[in-house]
C-alpha cells in the first residue's frame, strides 16, 4: 500500500510542476511562493483548528515537537526558494530530471542514519537513476545549462540537496508525530516565515523586483502539493516503508512534467531526453519490483 500512495503522490508532484512552471514564468517568485504557503494552510486549517478547539494546540501541547516542526518549515522554505528560481529560468524537462538526484542523496542517509538495507533490485534501480541524471546534466550542457557557467543549475542542485535533508527529517518527525499534524503545522509557520521575509525584503531592499501578476495556477500549486504530502506522509508511517524507495517513486513526477514540456512548452532534445527518462523509468520499475 504504501508503493501506491508514493505514486500517487509522484503524480500529483508532477502535475504540481507544471502549475508551478506556468506560475513564476516571468513573475516575482517570492510573492508566488508565498501565496502558495497561505493557500497551503488554508487547506490544512481544518486540522490546526482542531487542536485548538480541543485545547492540545498540535501534538498534544508538546512545544518541542513545534520547535521540530519550525524546523521542518526553515529547510523546505530553502529548498523552495532555491527550487522556484531555478525551475523559473531552466526548462522544465531539464529541472525535473535534475532533482531527481534526490534519492540517490537519500539512499546515503537512509542507509547511514536508519540503517535501511536495500536488495540487489532496489540497488539496481538507484543506480539506473543515477545514470538518468547523469545524461540528462549533459543534454543540460548542449542547451547551453552547464554546471561551470549557469548559476540556475547551482540552485536547483541545492534545492535537491535540501531537499533530501527534508526527506530524511520526515522519516524522524512521523516516528512519534501525526502526519496530518506535521503537515499541517509546517504549512502555518512556512506562512508566516515567508511573510515575514517578503516583509523585510520590502523594507530594507532598493533591488528592483519584477511585478507580481496573478494567475489561477498559483493556487493550483498549493492544492496538488497538499494531496502529494498527505499521500507521502502516510505512505512514511505504514510499516516496512523505507524512505530511499519512497523518495525515488516520487521523483517518477519527473515523467508528467516532461510530458508538458514537450507537448506544450515544446523544449529541445525531446529524443534524448525520451531516452534518459526511459533509463529512469527503468530504475523505477526495479525499485517497485524489489520492494514487493
Known amino acids: ?22 506560475s513564476v514564468k516571468g513573475n516575482d517568485v517570492l510573492s508566488v511562493l508565498m501565496l502558495n504557503t497561505l493557500f497551503g494552510s488554508l487547506l490544512l486549517s481544518p486540522v490546526i483548528i482542531g487542536n485548538i478547539a480541543d485545547g492540545t494546540w498540535g501534538f498534544n501541547g508538546d512545544s518541542h515537537s513545534h520547535l521540530l516542526i519550525l524546523v521542518k518549515s526553515f529547510i523546505v522554505l530553502s529548498s523552495w526558494i ?4 531555478s525551475i523559473k529560468h531552466l526548462p522544465i524537462t531539464i529541472n525535473g530530471p535534475i532533482s531527481a538526484t534526490r534519492p540517490v542523496l537519500v539512499l546515503l542517509g537512509a542507509v547511514i542514519i536508519f540503517g535501511e538495507n536495500l536488495n540487489a533490485l532496489q540497488y539496481t534501480g538507484i543506480i539506473l537513476g543515477f545514470c538518468s541524471l547523469f545524461f540528462i546534466s549533459r543534454i543540460g550542457k548542449k542547451e547551453g545549462f552547464s554546471m561551470k557557467h549557469s548559476r540556475w543549475i547551482w540552485l536547483c542542485l541545492a534545492s535537491t540537496l535540501m531537499g533530501a535533508i527534508s526527506a530524511l527529517y520526515d522519516k524522524y518527525l512521523i516516528r512519534d508525530l501525526k502526519p496530518l499534524e506535521v503537515q499541517a503545522w509546517y504549512s502555518l509557520y512556512q506562512f508566516f516565515i515567508m511573510t515575514t ?12 523586483r519584477t511585478p507580481f501578476t496573478w494567475r489561477w495556477t498559483i493556487p493550483g500549486i498549493a492544492l496538488f502539493l497538499t494531496i502529494a504530502d498527505i ?12 524512505i530511499s524507495v519512497v523518495s525515488m517513486i516520487r521523483r517518477g513526477s519527473v515523467l508528467v512534467s516532461f510530458l508538458y514540456g514537450v507537448l506544450v512548452l515544446h523544449e529541445k532534445n525531446v529524443k534524448l531526453k525520451l531516452a534518459d527518462l526511459s533509463l529512469l523509468l527503468i530504475g523505477l520499475i526495479f525499485l517497485i519490483l524489489g520492494s514487493k
Open 1 to 22: 500500500m504504501w508503493i501506491v500512495l508514493a505514486i500517487c503522490s509522484a503524480m500529483c508532484l508532477g502535475i504540481y510542476d507544471i502549475f508551478k512552471k506556468a
Open 82 to 85: 532555491l527550487g522556484y528560481f
Open 197 to 208: 521575509v517578503i516583509m523585510l525584503i520590502r523594507r530594507f531592499s532598493s533591488e528592483k
Open 231 to 242: 499521500a507521502y506522509f502516510y505512505s512514511l508511517s505504514l510499516d516496512g516503508a523505507m
